[in-house]
């Protein structure tokens, strides 16, 4: 996993310069939303990894899948990836994409994950909660796992809040035994 996102970061990097300055960060970001989801389904694995296919026949095919038409630079930049054979990079390449995006606009990303469903004005209250303890914008994505028991459990980068049952029952089963 070390060495993809290693051999993943010149593209990324390349592509978010390009992004930025063409101001086109989010037609990128969701192209390459797009094709990193085809490029991370095994058949297409498999389809990249076959010496039959030619790099226009593997371009066509990720460039169809993605549901998207190309522009031309998007095009360019799909069929550099193939001929270098580092197409299978495409999930790396769109997280560091996106990092780097985030770090532009001034956004981290933060995951909630719930013991139930929240409702929109939980979320709206917990976001804005969040988004001034943090000092900046998030983009929050909600998981459920009810084996939370009851709470939730939030991760802003580094920082973890567990405000959750199942962290405090942990918490004082950790107390009792020391």
Not at 8 to 33: H, I, M, T
Not at 126 to 131: Q, R, T
Request: hydrophobic share 45%; with cysteine.
């Amino acid at each position: 996993m070390a060495e993809n996102v290693t051999l993943a970061r010149p593209y990324a990097e390349a592509v978010f310069a390009l992004a930025r300055d063409a101001g086109a960060l989010n037609p990128w970001n969701q192209l390459l939303q797009s094709l990193a989801t085809v490029a991370a389904d095994p058949s297409v694995r498999a389809c990249l990894s076959n010496p039959r296919l030619s790099p226009a026949q593997l371009t066509q095919l990720l460039a169809e899948s993605s549901g998207y038409v190309l522009n031309p630079e998007q095009q360019s930049f799909l069929s550099l990836l193939v001929e270098n054979e580092r197409a299978a990079l495409l999930p790396e390449i769109y997280t560091l994409f996106k990092l780097h995006k985030n770090v532009h606009e001034g956004v981290r990303d933060a995951q909630v994950t719930s013991a139930f469903p929240l409702d929109a004005d939980a979320q709206a209250r917990l976001l804005g909660d969040l988004e001034s303890r943090f000092g900046t914008r998030l983009n929050v994505s909600v998981a459920i796992d009810p084996e939370l028991i009851g709470g939730v459990r939030i991760a802003v980068g580094d920082a973890v809040i567990d405000a959750s049952v199942r962290g405090k029952l942990a918490t004082m089963a950790a107390a009792l035994q020391n």
